[in-house]
């Protein structure tokens, strides 16, 4: 993340486990991606 943002491109996050019926899980992983972007912005 860090080297894309310093060359100002776009970058998007895909999450697997879409489709898990587990949604402790799926909540977990997502708030692993939000967490690293939001350090990576400095949030």
Not at 5 to 13: A, D, F, K, N, T
Not at 34 to 42: K, W
């Amino acid at each position: 993340m860090p080297g894309v943002r310093m060359r100002g491109v776009p970058l998007v996050g895909v999450i697997g486990g879409g489709y898990s019926d587990d949604l402790d899980a799926l909540a977990d992983r997502h708030a692993i991606l939000h967490r690293s972007a939001a350090a990576l912005a400095g949030a």
